[in-house]
């Protein structure tokens, strides 16, 4: 991954935010997504984002997004929005607040909407166990 682990931490910590616990799924989704992206980091830099993110109000919140994406690689802005997506359902529940940040996520990274509808159309046809609020 060419992004900085800390910057992607930052996007991390918003999906962690969405849902207000940092739980035990995504606690072993971020250990599973460290070893497969060999970023031995990525779980203390997750935890200092979540401490920095944790008291923010949603204007800081978006602005502190804002300032990540500008240092994201350009190639990978679908990627994170990706991760952020199976963070927020690592506990097998979509929320409907969690679809309104994702789409906030992807504004922010500059994915249009036609491609994170298609990233979220893919991946609820995918998990079969994924529980979806109406």
């Not at 996007?11 to 250990?31: I, T």
């Not at 802005?77 to 969690?98: P, R, V, Y």
Request: aromatic share 8%; hydrophobic share 45%.
């Amino acid at each position: 991954m060419k992004t900085d682990p800390k910057i992607l931490s930052s996007f991390l910590a918003a999906a962690v935010w969405a849902d207000g616990e940092y739980d035990e799924f995504e606690k072993e989704f971020v250990a599973d997504l460290a070893e497969g992206l060999e970023v031995s980091t990525l779980t203390a830099t997750l935890e200092a984002a979540i401490k920095e993110t944790e008291k923010m109000t949603e204007e800081e919140l978006a602005a502190y997004l804002e300032a990540a994406a500008k240092k994201v690689d350009a190639g990978e802005k679908e990627g994170i929005l990706t991760l952020c997506l199976q963070l927020m359902c690592a506990d097998s529940f979509l929320a409907q607040d969690e679809v309104d940040n994702f789409f906030a996520f992807a504004d922010i990274l500059g994915v249009n909407e036609e491609a994170a509808t298609a990233i979220l159309d893919e991946y609820v046809n995918e998990e079969e166990d994924l529980i979806i609020e109406e």
